[in-house]
């Protein structure tokens, strides 16, 4: 029988455990993606071989068929029967696996990974996230898992169960509630490219932990090849105008504040660049979802983790 087109579906939240991780692979090994935490947000998640499976995560998300997808894997012994691993690769992997690090590599020739989770390109973005549920989730299916972040395309990222459900309620099953994420940000991605590592989206993992577990020099990316998610110049918008470096906040702004310029949601009153980050979505959330028309955000210092938030915030601003 065909498939049935823009039909909706109930959207169940389960809590973590045993139960939910049955119903998710269960769900996935029938090609439909679910959604599932990890440490940095609530990806979108469906086995990165079949094609279809992957197509119906494009299709739940609205996200443009150029844009890559990151495969998760239980291992690094698993990730490199999907891509080539050289020395410097192998090095970031030990040093941050599992964790907020997606590394860009040649795909393997014999790599089962679906075209369309890679947007054809012949590299393939890989992360082993540390995160219990993605885990549980990776063994119970044995299969590599495509998840980008569990939204609709260009919408602000997910750091809770409920932020899934505002953004993909009736368009996927089922979403594993495990609680607010870690780190707030997507991945930091990187690849290592004529003797640098270069980072294509800043992340949790710094340029100055790069440099110091590579021994390399650490770039930035460059021109307008997509080679990795997330390299879209707009994305994370909240559907308001935003302004950025904000020293105060007009009557009709939602104020996303950081450190002494409170607002009406302030990422970090400390001023902690880690607190903000794991901040950052809600605050966004929360700025969509207010009566009022703008938004102003303060500036934040560009250092460190600095980086990813800025990053963020100049995407959810174009």
């Known amino acids: ?139 119970e299916t044995g299969a590599p898992l495509a998840a980008p972040s569990a939204n609709a395309s260009g919408r602000v990222s997910p750091t809770r169960a409920e932020h899934v459900r505002a953004s993909l309620d009736g368009r996927i099953a089922l979403v594993i509630d495990d609680g607010a994420t870690r780190a707030g940000v997507e991945s930091t991605i990187a690849r290592v490219v004529d003797g640098a590592v270069q980072i294509l989206r800043p992340g949790p993992v710094t340029a100055s932990m790069l440099g110091e577990a590579s021994g390399l020099p650490v770039t930035g990316a460059s021109g307008a090849e997509l080679v990795a998610p997330g390299m879209l110049a707009s994305h994370y918008a909240p559907g308001k105008p935003v302004r950025l470096s904000a020293t105060g906040f007009a009557v009709e702004e939602f104020g996303i504040g950081f450190g002494a310029i409170a607002g009406d949601y302030n990422l970090s009153a400390a001023g902690d660049l880690t607190e903000a980050a794991a901040n950052l979505f809600d605050a966004l959330h929360a700025a969509a979802a207010s009566v009022k028309a703008e938004i102003a955000v303060a500036a934040i210092p560009a250092e460190g983790l600095g980086a990813a938030i800025n990053d963020r915030l100049a995407r959810a601003a174009v």
């Open 1 to 139: 029988m065909a498939e049935r087109q823009n039909e909706p579906m109930i959207t169940e939240s389960c809590p973590y455990g045993s139960n939910a991780i049955a119903r998710a692979a269960a769900l996935i090994a029938a090609g439909q993606p679910v959604a599932v935490p990890t440490e940095t947000v609530y990806g979108l998640a469906a086995d990165a071989r079949d094609s279809q499976a992957v197509a119906r995560i494009y299709a739940a998300k609205g996200r443009p068929d150029f844009n890559p997808l990151i495969v998760h894997v239980p291992s690094a012994e698993m990730a490199e029967t999907l891509g080539r691993f050289g020395a410097v690769e192998r090095a970031l992997a030990e040093a941050f696996w599992p964790g907020p690090l997606t590394l860009v590599v040649p795909r393997a020739p014999d790599c089962p990974v679906a075209s369309i989770a890679t947007a054809g390109l012949d590299t393939i973005a890989l992360r082993v996230p540390e995160h219990r549920a993605m885990q549980a989730l990776l063994a």
